[in-house]
């Protein structure tokens, strides 16, 4: 697959922080901002294109050789924020993941042995000399967790349809991260107080220690990513999942649990439809 294809690569949706450049030292900060100014950004798509053609190429490549100079950029408050790719990172973390997940054997029709090998071997002399690193970008595929929404609110929620002129469907939210901490901490507060504890408490737990490394300034966002190009637009346009997740948690506060019962059946088949399409021809 070429690096410029204009193929869409769908399925994968992102939870990132943008950090305002005061929270990068130098000269990693410069770099940022002159990066921001350039007026032909990249793109998600284009990332994820750069990822699959290394492992299509011969050998497979499971992670990039060098680290990524790309972001994306945004503005918070009229402040310029950046959130790196760290693509080289991100695939180091993805491969002990995928090694959790599936067996030797199926793994090495993708990625052959030596070459995860090799990867675990740079990642762990590249981690002793930067013990403290940790992505801007987290990912899953067929989904958005449902501990992702509870940082978001609906008013936040933008929507654009397709424009019928090359510009594809985006589904996003954005919000300032004392508020998705806030949300985060407010959300386990409810949960402990009123259900055991389980996957979603401690996947929020999880999140809320990752949101802890960045600036305080920084903004959250939420991407549907490639999934808005797998779903009709019918679909993205009613789709109000962080509506849903705080109407249950409000609902749990109250002690409705009928109420917080309804949402979560709401959110549930919804997502159950999105997966299942990944088993479809």
């Given amino acids: 697959m070429s690096v410029v294809s204009s193929v869409l690569v769908p399925y994968t949706s992102y939870l990132r922080v943008y950090e305002p450049l005061v929270a990068f030292a130098e000269p990693e900060r410069s770099h ?3 990066y921001a100014q350039r007026e032909d950004l990249p793109t998600a798509q284009d990332e994820l294109r750069r990822s699959l053609a290394d492992l299509v190429s011969t050998p497979p490549v499971g992670v990039p050789v060098r680290e990524s100079g790309d972001a994306f950029v945004a503005e918070l408050d009229e402040v ?3 959130c ?9 973390l993805a491969l002990e993941e995928l090694e959790g997940m599936f067996p030797a054997n199926v793994l090495d029709v993708v990625l052959p042995a030596v070459v995860r090998g090799q990867a675990a071997a740079d990642h762990e002399r590249w981690q002793r000399r930067h013990p403290d690193a940790r992505p801007w970008i987290r990912t899953t595929v067929w989904q958005v967790p449902v501990r992702w929404f509870v940082l978001f609110r609906d008013e936040e929620r ?8 090359g510009a594809g469907p985006v589904l996003r939210y954005r919000t300032p991260m004392v508020e998705a901490r806030r949300r985060l901490a407010r959300a386990l507060r409810t949960l402990r107080g009123h259900v055991p504890e389980g996957p979603l408490t401690e996947g929020l737990v999880d999140v809320g220690r990752w949101l802890e490394e960045f600036h305080p300034r920084s903004l959250v966002e939420l991407d549907y990513g490639g ?5 009709p637009a019918e679909r993205l346009a009613g789709d109000r999942s962080a509506a849903d ?3 249950g948690l409000a609902a749990l506060r109250d002690g409705d649990s009928e109420g917080a019962g309804e949402a979560y059946a709401r959110l549930a088949e919804r997502w159950r ?3 299942d399409l990944q088993f479809t021809n």
């Fill in 158 to 165: 933008e929507y654009a349809a397709a424009d019928g002129e």
């Fill in 227 to 231: 999934l808005v190009h797998a779903l």
């Fill in 32 to 34: 940022w901002a002159r």
């Fill in 80 to 82: 310029v924020c950046v």
């Fill in 245 to 247: 997740v705080a109407e």
């Fill in 273 to 275: 439809a999105v997966r």
């Fill in 84 to 92: 790196p790719w760290r693509t080289r990172l991100r695939g180091w």
